[in-house]
């Protein structure tokens, strides 16, 4: 995958991304996304959820690091997005349950600043790189 949008084509991306996603029945089905600020992780992660049915409002982690929702959605039944950009050590996913939520089926988790803690995501994870100039933004599958 790899595209060119405007952030009014930010729901249709989502969609696509939804469909490339295979539920993992042995975990929780994690996505990475990384870019700059202002890339348009969250809105990304916004339109996910909105595709999920998630009845709540979806604001960025950035100062409680994850946020759990549950989802009206074939596939998934619970969203989690984290924001990784203020984790310092990976000694921090501890108290977050990181290891329960990864051993959790039809959970969907969404990855923001994946760099941080590259090495507690599971190697079978997608991975979405968004890069932005201007109102271009560019999306592109990873791995």
């Given amino acids: 995958m790899e595209r060119t949008y405007i952030e009014s ?21 994690v996505v990475a996304v990384e870019g700059d600020l202002g890339a348009g992780k969250t809105t990304l992660t916004k339109a996910l959820a909105h595709e999920l049915g998630v009845a709540e409002t979806v604001v960025s982690p950035t100062f409680v690091i994850a946020k759990f929702y549950p989802t009206n959605h074939a596939s998934f039944d619970t969203l989690v997005h984290m924001d990784a950009y ?19 089926p ?4 969404i990855v923001e600043w994946p760099e941080k803690i590259s090495d507690a995501i599971p190697e079978d994870h997608y991975h979405f790189a968004i890069s932005h100039d201007g109102d271009q933004r560019s999306i592109s599958r990873k791995k």
């Fill in 106 to 109: 039809r959970t969907l988790v």
């Fill in 86 to 104: 203020r984790i310092e050590s990976l000694d921090e996913l501890g108290p977050l349950g990181w290891e329960t939520v990864l051993q959790q």
């Fill in 9 to 29: 084509d930010t729901a249709a991306i989502a969609k696509e991304i939804l469909s490339l996603l295979a539920p993992n029945n042995a975990g929780a089905t």
